[in-house]
């Protein structure tokens, strides 16, 4: 009798487990659209890139003439330029190193629109860089690759792009929003960069003496192409509103303002500080100091800031 018992009993067990598996929610199902290798290899590409550039304008800032495609007379334009490069290799490197989409993109659009509009103003200004045998080998190999980069690159993202829209997923759910007065300052941010980019790019000759710093037309031109860069990051981190997905801009706004407070602290007397434009452009720093900073706490992983429920297992009633 007992044996007959104990046999019986065993798949009244199996059974029981069984029921405890419950199926998963609808909503679980979802696929998130991850980063497409590709996408992630050509942004670690380009922090490389943008790296080597800073290197040149920041470190070699004096030595423009022998190791940059073209001559930077005012070291405070070259280790503006310099400390730029720099921010953006944090926003490529980050956004290279997340696995959703979702995450990584606000890092493609400004480096997009930058890498465009820093061509054509390359194309138009042929004349200022280092080709032709009066420059050394070493200087003309490195305008050559400028060039080509330039040209390279936005043709190179535009097909990454078109693989990236193929991936099929959707978005995660946004998950750690930005104080209200955080939306307000990008908001300023876009508009006063955007509307001083294009000025500077359009009319370089016109909008330099409205800078506090001196500036050539291609230097100008090269500037208003970052300043709009900086303007499509800052719209794109609205459209996003969210920190998680603003952490790769967020950490680049934080490093930019460092990184451009180290330029002035070199060549101050290349500053006019005094100027309504050195006013702005110190008012500038301090917001993407703390915008940056704010959104980086706040991207924080939920399961970091917030204690974990304890997790519950399903018990098996024992078969007496």
């Known amino acids: 009798m007992i044996t007959s018992t104990a046999f019986r009993a065993r798949p009244e067990r199996r059974h029981v487990v069984r029921e405890t598996r419950a199926p998963a929610a609808p909503g679980a199902q979802a696929v998130v659209k991850p980063l497409a290798p590709a996408m992630r290899w050509l942004l670690f590409a380009a922090a490389v890139l943008v790296f080597l550039a800073g290197f040149q304008l920041f470190v070699l800032t004096e030595h423009t003439g022998t190791y940059f495609a073209w001559t930077i007379a005012n070291p405070l334009a070259a280790a503006f330029l310099g400390a730029s490069y720099w921010a953006s290799l944090s926003i490529e490197a980050m956004a290279g190193r997340q696995t959703a989409w979702a995450n990584a993109r606000i890092a493609v659009p400004a480096v997009l629109v930058f890498s465009v509009l820093t061509l054509v103003s390359t194309l138009l200004r042929l004349d200022k860089f280092h080709f032709g045998g009066g420059f050394a080998a070493t200087t003309q190999i490195i305008t050559w690759t400028w060039v080509a980069i330039y040209v390279l690159v936005p043709v190179l993202m535009?097909?990454?792009l078109a693989v990236q829209a193929r991936i099929p997923g959707q978005d995660p759910p946004r998950s750690?929003?930005?104080?209200?007065?955080?939306y307000?300052?990008?908001?300023?941010?876009a508009v006063g960069l955007f509307g001083f980019g294009v000025a500077l790019f359009a009319a370089p000759a016109q909008t330099a003496p409205l800078w506090p710093w001196k500036l050539t037309p291609l230097l100008a031109q090269v500037t208003g192409a970052w300043l709009i860069g900086l303007a499509v990051a800052a719209v794109h981190g609205l459209l996003e509103r969210d920190a998680r997905r603003f952490r790769p801009a967020a950490v680049g706004s934080v490093l930019l303002a460092v990184l451009q407070s180290i330029a002035l602290a070199r060549y101050p007397h290349l500053f006019e500080w005094r100027s309504p434009a050195g006013i702005g452009y110190l008012i500038f720093l301090a917001t993407m100091l703390v915008t940056g900073a704010v959104a980086l706490a706040r991207s924080t992983p939920l399961s970091l800031r917030m204690p974990r429920e304890p997790r519950t297992r399903a018990t098996v009633p024992r078969v007496k």
Not at 176 to 182: R, S, T
């Open 158 to 160: 535009l097909i990454v």
């Open 176 to 182: 750690a929003a930005l104080p209200g007065w955080v």
């Open 184 to 189: 307000g300052s990008l908001a300023v941010q």
